[in-house]
């Protein structure tokens, strides 16, 4: 089983409909991500969560909104799904080093989500 | 935009070339860090460089970098066509954020 697992691997909805998209992990990491990969520009950061009551907006959160509902869950939502909101979304986790180690950043990645708006 | 700029967007070789793709970037970093992307797939970590470091060797992966140029390269040698794939660098500058460039596809031919 993937150590970072996304759901639903892909979508088609229509504009104006909520969307959300899951991720859970087994790796026991406490930072988790929301990426957005659109072709020719890499990765864009929506949101990081560094624990359960930490939410924080990345690059291009507008839009956007998440939920962090236990260590290993991060879900992503679109509450109103627009057609430029058509791209392939990741989910990843990295782990707060322990005292003393340096922190890598280090991203562990799920197999994307792929969503469609018409 | 933060992204750093990768060169070529695009790479096709034959089986058992030498590919070298680069990376720049535009402010200082903690580390530098190159993924691999298979089609349609998430990205897999392949190796890290710190910002103390020049170069770094993992199996048929080469990494430098060079941080008065403010760029890095990744050279895999021997290439398989099983090497065909997108592949990102990423720079950890200040902070938790990793940033990721625009990518090189890499093709390589049987």
């Known amino acids: 089983d993937a150590d970072v697992t996304q759901t639903p691997r892909n979508r088609i909805t229509k504009t104006g409909k909520r969307i959300m998209l899951e991720c859970s992990q087994t790796?026991?990491?406490?930072?988790m991500y929301w990426y957005r990969q659109d072709p020719g520009l890499g990765l864009q950061l929506i949101y990081y969560s560094f624990d359960v009551k930490d939410i924080n907006k990345g690059e291009i959160s507008d839009g956007y909104s998440v939920s962090r509902q236990a260590q290993a869950k991060f879900s992503l939502s679109l509450e109103s799904a627009i057609p430029n909101q058509t791209a392939l979304y990741f989910c990843?986790?990295?782990?707060?080093?322990?005292?003393?180690?340096?922190?890598?950043?280090?991203?562990?990645f799920g197999e994307g989500s792929r969503l469609t708006v018409l | 935009s933060q992204q750093g700029e990768e060169d070529p967007q695009a790479l096709s070789i034959q089986e058992g070339e030498n590919a070298t793709m680069n990376c720049s970037y535009k402010?200082?970093?903690?580390?530098l860090q190159w993924y691999r992307q298979n089609s349609g797939r998430g990205l897999v970590h392949l190796i890290l460089i710190r910002s103390n470091e020049r170069e770094k060797h993992s199996g048929r992966l080469r990494v430098t970098l060079d941080t008065s140029k403010k760029s890095s390269s990744l050279l895999i040698t021997a290439s398989r066509a099983a090497d065909t794939a997108s592949y990102f660098c990423a720079r950890r500058a200040g902070g938790f954020k990793t940033i990721f460039g625009a990518g090189t596809r890499l093709f390589v031919k049987a």
């Open positions: 990843a986790t990295s782990q707060t080093p322990g005292t003393g180690v340096l922190d890598t950043g280090e991203l562990f």
């Open positions: 790796k026991g990491h406490d930072r």
């Open positions: 402010t200082s970093i903690n580390n």
